[in-house]
């Protein structure tokens, strides 16, 4: 164990935690951008400087010493965390009202924590160095007039999922968050898993027609075995998004394309309504009463007629545990066995 | 399953994910994992980076064997030769785990001898892998501290597939990488309620809890639980069910959410069966290929819009939760299933899906332990989970196998049902891709999804299109002797030359049309993943 | 046996100037008086003096010849070879008196000059071995063999040498650092990505004197245990390249490298990585990393030196060309020797390339200590033109620049330091009264905002920021508080970058804001360019009574925005003026009738139309 202090306060720490880590356990908030708790630390944006022992560390990236004394609040701190929020700022569509991210961007709130005033920003010169729009993901858009290159999405697609399809690009202020050949996203190997699109602190990469959920609810994923934990995000009756349950401990939050994208099919218009039943060669919408008892008359009939092996059902490798127990204990109370699914497939 | 039951008494995945993915060495067989199981491949990558090593055998060169240490691009349907050869290199070279093999496993000398003939060279002409990388591969396996093997239905979907189950089982009982963690033998299951579905019974000879109906003890318990008496003789298998259907001996089908009209090998005798058959009813979400052919059709809830149960491939039991109401009359699938039964005369009075997960525990002593109550507490727990106590089992057979000792099954290797030849002279191999899953009901009625990877894209490779003056994009049409497609390629070396790779994503190039219903005689699953074919340009 | 030598400079400065071609013609020369085989042609390497190349010296008599071409070389064969002769035209000519100065030891270029680093360079040729042996070389490998290690480390300390690629860090610390860890591999590596424009020190020295190099790292290696080297070079140097290839294949080939060099046991391999070209790299860990064949950016603090981890994580002893090129000269001679030059905490020599407005320029050698005045005006041979001295740039792009009242500072790192500026790179830019001081330091930023890695806020976007807004006050659109802006800007750039780029950036702007804060202030509040430079602020005019109609401007001007009559006085039509100032330069002096004009009311008057 070890002892820092903080602003005049002793904080327990381990060996091996950063400045932020015990300023953060201490409850004490630090102004970070490229700064996530998922990935190694980078320490590019230069906004969590704090003093350490005298001197200007980023908080992110300084490892602790049993006995420093670490100041949060000093003129030299403020200034370094300000005018580093304004040049990022002079360089970032400042389109905050319609932008997607709007009330969820980290880079607000690090601008209301410093204190960003219009006085302060008037007197610096506006730089957009890259207006352009990358919209070929059909699940998402890259807007770099709104990238801060603070390299989360990189460290993402490389420490997450594994696929580095993205990578720095380009010297000094022409620096930006390029493909291979600085192709469109969707030519690139990019396989639209959207982590970085999670973790974006900005609006530089946001999903395409968002809408914000009124309530969550916690489930698990309806696809591959894997059994990720999903937040589904509902608005009304209708599921509008997706994101990965962190407190699961298959993915970790983690998603694939499929669990974060692949959810319209849940309000598609295709979706049945109601009971179908043949009549002269067409399906036609019928009551639950008609469909059940032609049903189990058919199911008596061909019972009576031909035993009830001459009956066989399906169950669903996508259905419930309480589904399938259900639809076996049917069955067999019928006196037959022919019950399979499409384990094999 | 069938496999892995038979050597060490119980099927199932015998580690978990999380400790999976400390494996120094991974070996993955017949398993495209990062388009399949993605998350997984997401860890895989994760290891890798962070030191681990990788085998990977595939005929296709996939993702991983771009991250691998040793890549062994195996021709179609050569798993077993391809094993056996590694377990010779292990044990003529004395890489194997003496101790383990002693103390816990039995058939060890019979294995040694089966095996002395599949020397890497012989292996080398079976499988087109050369001899050195056989060894280089039996030898990085066999060193490792930890490693684990990983496969899917690239092992299983072969008329041999249950032997190369075995053959798996061989190699990791031969090193010890079994019982203990960052080991095992791991079948990823494909789907998300594979597990659950098997464990629930869902199967023809066995109740929950793989209890055979054939156990007079096991269905006295479900008699008396039930209050019925229950038919002993073990039930029709999916194929089974099919020629019953065609020969009239299965008058009703009633399908609960699946669509084997897409999914399932040789569709034409799918499809056929399923007009025959008198009575078909099927239960689903949206208006399926299948269901397009039923008489009564019963609209189901979506998982979003239900509560209960799923387990993972990692033996996980996990709860669901409703999020939105089912769209209008449409009900939970269970509710349905009761509904019939009250209709039917028997009184089911289940008020809830926690109604239904409790008589499952007192019936299944794998879940004996189990409740919603914990699952919401807990978060997850994996059985076997026998007592309210019992905290899960993240490792199967860590101190004895299910069945005691680990049986050593040496296997033959066998070439596929059906070979190339001069009439049909390509192999065709089945998959999925990362985008879409199974017949695609769901991602195709997803927008997203479905603008990332609108149209199948058969894979043909470089040479071969080539000779056949195919690029990228062409339309082709590609038949067996089942029957035929149409669908545009995509010119790549993923794929060797004389191999054909197709997804069966696509109604429109419904891939099922031209695979093989042989079955593996044991698991009775049918060897989609090798068939002859024949490739044509279509002129536009 | 040959009677006479002659060394033409074959530096790239004077191969661009036609060395190659002097070398043709002479041989031809040669052969027509049947000569060739009593001189001998040597190519050397720089010689520094590369403003007045080709350089060609003929020894034994020691006559300097500059800025001869393949023509001068019948007369020169004829008069000088043949008849004995000196071609006086083809001698050097003292900028001052105007009198032929013969042997270069006499120019005053040379004569305070103390040549160590550049001590082989343009005296021998480069790409033979066994001059390099002739003159001592290997002889400090050979010394060095026999040592102790701590022995070797010893003698760096003592001599107090400073690395010479511009920080100015002791070397015989960072030898005992990399000495003292263990590790089962340790690497060297010669930093030559020199990046700064205008300096080519380190080129002329790979170019010139590769082996005094190679021999550097070889005794760096053996003090510190490490077998295997890199030179990091630029791919932008091809000579350079190319030379030191030829030099690492000779040295193998006489067993000076390789394995158990001179049956000591002591195994050494020196491989050659060539670098991109970008700035940043030569930054001690983004080279590592460009070596290792990624993304070259800094790693931000904390992390460990690159002495403790540097290439793939192994220990590396990293050192620049010049600093190598020195060390085998301080074991041969010793420390007291090397201790002896300089000043009390600065030994040794600097090498400066110095440029601008001076009378002479070129790469140069000088003892620490020696005074700023003393180097341009003596070596530098004073500003020419008649013009007065404004202030010098040291340090390269992220140096400072230093007025005349500096001009008695005693030149080492840390006065540098101290005034403002730094040692950087050694590049040493002259500036007269014509030099806007705000225009000098904008063209600086310039270089630092181009050559940002981009990795880190503050010099990704604080310099462009900066530039930005010297760009505003250069076109007459700067506000009141940009100057307390740039400083308030350039303060926190320094304190919060990553790296030394960053650190550096904006001491061209805030030595200039220290020493000439008047023109910055000129510029944004009375919208003038004291120095007559930013275009937005000047206009040319012609007055009316000096102008005689001779038509010279008006036939020049490409823009034609002259007109009048034959005879009659010109206007400029300031909607067209593109601000050339060819009318200005053409204009004959007896009439200077073009004027360069500044300030606000005279800006908006031009453009209010009215003449």
């Keep these: 164990m070890a002892t820092v202090n903080i602003n005049g306060i002793d904080v327990k720490a381990r060996e091996g935690m950063t400045v932020l880590d015990v300023a953060q356990s201490a409850g004490i908030y630090i102004p970070t951008l490229c700064y996530h708790p998922d990935l190694s630390t ?137 493909t291979i050949g600085n192709k469109p996203i969707l030519e690139s190997k990019c396989e639209s898993c959207g982590e970085c699109v999670e973790r974006c602190p900005t609006g530089a990469l946001v999903v395409k027609n968002q809408v914000v959920p009124e309530r969550e609810v916690r489930t698990i994923c309806s696809y591959c075995g894997v059994g990720c934990g999903l937040v589904l995000g509902v608005r009304g009756n209708r599921v509008v998004g997706v994101r990965g349950d962190r407190q699961n401990p298959v993915n970790q939050g983690h998603l694939c394309v499929k669990g974060r994208y692949g959810f319209g099919f849940i309000n598609h218009p295709d979706r049945l309504k109601a009971p179908l039943v043949k009549k002269n060669g067409t399906l036609t919408e019928t009551s639950w009463d008609e469909a059940l008892t032609l049903i189990s008359g058919k199911i008596k009939e061909f019972t009576d007629k031909h035993g009830p092996n001459s009956l066989a059902g399906l169950t669903s490798a996508r259905c419930t545990n309480e589904d399938n127990y259900l639809f076996q204990k049917l069955f067999r109370f019928l006196g037959t066995n022919n019950i399979d699914h499409c384990a094999r497939l | 399953m069938a496999g892995l039951a038979n050597a060490f008494g119980s099927g199932a995945m015998t580690n978990s994910i999380r400790d999976i993915t400390q494996a120094d060495v991974f070996f993955i067989i017949g398993s495209n994992t990062t388009e399949a199981h993605p998350v997984i491949g997401y860890r ?113 979907q072969h008329t041999s597939g249950t032997n190369t189950v075995l053959a798996i089982a061989n190699l990791a009982m031969a090193t010890g990488n079994i019982g203990k963690p960052s080991s095992g033998v791991n079948p990823l299951r494909g789907q998300n309620n594979v597990q659950g579905a098997c464990d629930m019974g869902g199967l023809p000879p066995v109740f929950t809890g793989y209890q055979p109906v054939s156990d007079p003890t096991s269905r006295k318990k479900f008699e008396e639980a039930w209050g019925v008496s229950l038919n002993p003789e073990p039930g029709l298998t999916v194929t089974e069910m099919m020629d019953g259907a065609l020969d009239g001996r299965v008058k009703m089908l009633y399908v609960m959410g699946e669509n084997p009209a897409l999914t399932d090998a040789n569709l034409h005798h799918v499809q056929e069966a399923m007009d025959k058959v008198e009575f078909l009813v099927v239960q689903d979400i949206f208006l399926t290929e299948t269901a397009a052919m039923a008489d009564v059709v019963l609209p189901a809830a979506a998982f979003a819009e239900k509560t209960g149960t799923f387990v993972n491939t990692e033996r996980r039991v996990q709860l669901i939760n409703q999020a939105v109401a089912p769209p209008g009359e449409a009900k939970a699938d269970w509710q349905i299933l009761q509904d019939l ?29 189990i409740s919603y109550e914990r699952l919401e507490r807990e978060g997850s727990l994996q059985w076997p989970c026998p007592t309210p ?44 891709n990362l985008y879409h899953y199974h017949s695609g009901s769901m991602t195709h009625r997803s927008k997203e999804i479905e603008e990332l990877r609108p149209e199948e894209l058969a894979q043909v490779n470089t040479e071969d299109a080539a000779r056949m003056g195919i690029c990228d994009g062409d339309l082709v049409k590609l038949s067996s002797r089942r029957g035929a497609v149409e669908t545009r390629v995509e010119v790549s070396d993923i794929v060797p030359p004389g191999v054909v790779f197709m997804t069966f994503h696509y109604k429109e190039a419904a891939v099922n049309l031209l695979t093989n219903d042989k079955l593996d005689p044991f698991a009775k699953i049918p060897e989609l993943k090798v068939c002859a074919v024949k490739l044509e340009k279509v002129a536009s | 046996m040959y009677d006479k030598q002659i060394l033409i400079c074959a530096g790239t400065g004077c191969i661009s100037s036609g060395a190659l071609d002097v070398k043709g013609s002479l041989e031809k020369e040669l052969e027509k008086h049947n000569l060739q085989d009593k001189v001998r042609i040597i190519l050397s390497g720089c010689h520094g003096f590369c403003e007045k190349g080709p350089i060609f010296i003929v020894y034994p008599e020691d006559i300097f010849y500059c800025g001869v071409t393949a023509e001068d070389m019948p007369e020169l064969v004829e008069e000088y070879l043949v008849k004995g002769n000196i071609v006086d035209r083809l001698l050097y000519k003292d900028p001052i008196t105007g009198e032929s100065v013969t042997s270069h030891e006499n120019i005053p270029f040379y004569r305070q000059q103390k040549r160590l680093v550049l001590r082989n360079c343009g005296v021998i040729d480069p790409e033979n071995i066994d001059e390099y042996i002739i003159r001592d070389g290997y002889s400090g490998l050979k010394k060095s063999l026999q040592m102790d290690p701590k022995e070797i480390i010893d003698t760096v300390k003592n001599s107090g040498l400073r690395g010479l690629g511009g920080a100015g860090f002791p070397t015989g610390r960072k030898w005992e650092t990399a000495y003292k860890i263990e590790s089962d591999k340790k ?361 005689t109609g001779c038509g010279r401007c008006r036939k020049n001007c490409p823009a034609g925005a002259i007109a009048g009559d034959k005879k009659e006085p010109h206007v400029i039509d300031q909607e067209k003026c593109t601000k050339c100032a060819i009318c200005y330069d053409l204009c004959p002096d007896r009439f200077s009738a073009v004027k360069c004009l500044t300030g606000e009311k005279i800006t908006a008057m031009a453009k209010g139309g009215g003449n």
Excluded at chain 1, 152 to 158: K, Q
Excluded at chain 3, 191 to 210: H, I, K, Q, Y
Excluded at chain 3, 307 to 330: C, Y
Aim: with cysteine.
């Design chain 3, 187 to 547: 690497y060297v590596v010669c930093n030559a990505d020199e990046g700064d424009p205008g300096a080519f020190m380190d080129r002329s020295v790979l170019e010139g004197d590769p082996h005094s190099v190679l021999e550097g790292l070889m005794i760096a290696g053996k003090a510190i245990g490490s077998d295997e080297a890199y030179v990091y070079v630029r791919a932008e140097y091809p000579l350079a390249v190319r030379r030191l290839r030829k030099a690492i294949a000779q040295a193998e080939e006489y067993g000076l490298l390789g394995e158990n060099i001179l049956n000591s046991g002591f195994n050494f391999k020196v491989n050659v990585k060539e670098g991109a070209g970008a700035f940043v790299c030569g930054e001690s860990t983004a080279l590592v990393i460009s070596i290792e064949g990624k993304r070259g950016m800094p790693k931000p603090l904390p992390r460990p030196r690159t002495t403790e981890a540097g290439l793939w994580d192994k220990p590396t002893l990293l050192n620049n060309v010049k600093t190598l090129s020195v060390i085998p000269q301080i074991i041969n001679n010793g420390a007291d020797w090397f201790a002896g030059i300089g000043t009390e905490k600065c030994k040794g020599t600097a090498v400066f390339a110095l440029t601008g407005k001076t009378n002479c320029s070129g790469l140069i050698e000088v003892p620490m200590g020696i005074k700023l005045g003393k180097i341009i005006h003596e070596i530098g041979g004073g500003i020419p033109g008649g013009k007065k001295f404004k202030a010098v740039q040291t340090g390269g792009p992220s140096g400072g620049c230093l007025p005349e009242s500096k001009l008695d500072l005693a030149v080492d790192f840390d006065t540098l330091l101290q005034a403002g500026s730094m040692m950087g790179s050694g590049g040493m830019v002259v500036l007269d009264e014509t030099t806007c001081m705000v225009d000098v330091a904008r063209y600086f930023l310039n270089f630092t905002v181009e050559e940002s890695c981009g990795q880190c806020t503050p010099c990704r976007s604080g310099t462009l920021q900066m530039l930005e807004i010297l760009n505003d006050i250069c076109e007459g659109n700067g506000r009141e508080g940009d100057v307390e802006l740039l400083l308030e800007l350039g303060k926190s750039i320094i304190d919060s970058s990553i790296c030394g780029l960053g650190k550096s950036a904006p001491n061209p702007v805030l030595s200039t804001i220290d020493y000439f804060r008047d023109e910055y202030e000129a510029h944004i509040k009375d919208k003038t360019c004291p120095a007559l430079v930013c275009k937005n602020l000047i206009i040319y005019d012609i007055d009316q009574e000096a102008c």
């Design chain 2, 44 to 156: 895989i990558r994760k290891a890798i980076r962070e030191g681990a090593s990788l085998i990977v055998a595939d005929p296709r060169r996939i993702d991983l064997a771009e991250h691998a240490d040793e890549f062994l691009q195996l021709r179609p349907g050569t798993n077993e030769a391809l094993l056996n050869g590694i377990v010779h290199v292990v044990i003529n070279e004395g890489l194997y785990d003496q101790d383990f093999i002693r103390e816990r496993t039995e058939g060890f000398d019979e294995l040694a001898e089966a095996m002395q003939k599949y020397t890497p060279e012989y292996v080398a002409e079976i499988t087109n892998v050369s001899a050195e990388a056989i060894r280089k591969a039996a030898r990085l396996y066999a060193g490792a501290k930890n490693a684990a093997i990983l496969y899917t239905m690239g092992v299983t």
């Design chain 2, 341 to 369: 039964a009250q209709k039917l005369g028997f009184n089911w009075q289940y008020g809830s899906t926690e109604d239904i997960f409790n008589e499952i525990a007192t019936l299944t002593p794998s879940y004996g332990g």
């Design chain 1, 42 to 178: 980078f320490g590019g944006c230069r906004v969590c400087m704090v003093e350490a022992d005298g001197s200007a560390v980023t908080a992110c990236r300084a490892p602790i010493k049993d006995g420093m004394v670490v100041r949060t609040d000093t003129e030299r701190v403020n200034q370094m965390r300000r005018v580093n929020v304004e040049l990022i700022m002079t360089n970032h569509d400042q389109d905050c009202q319609t932008c997607a991210k709007n009330n969820n961007c980290k880079l607000q709130e690090v601008c209301a924590f410093e204190g960003i005033t219009p006085e302060r920003m008037s007197r610096l010169r506006r730089v957009i160095t890259n207006k352009e729009q990358d919209t070929s993901n059909p699940a998402f858009k890259r807007d770099f007039a709104k990238c801060i290159t603070c390299g989360i999405c990189v460290r993402t697609c490389e420490e997450i999922n594994g696929v580095a399809a993205i990578d720095f690009a380009f010297r000094g202020y022409k620096t930006t968050i390029s």
């Design chain 2, 389 to 432: 106590g019992h905290p899960g089992t993240p490792i199967l057979h860590g101190e004895k196998f299910t069945r005691g000792k680990g049986l050593f099954n040496p296997v033959e290797y066998t070439p596929p049902a059906e070979l190339t030849d001069e009439d049909y002279p390509l192999s065709l191999t089945t998959g999925r």
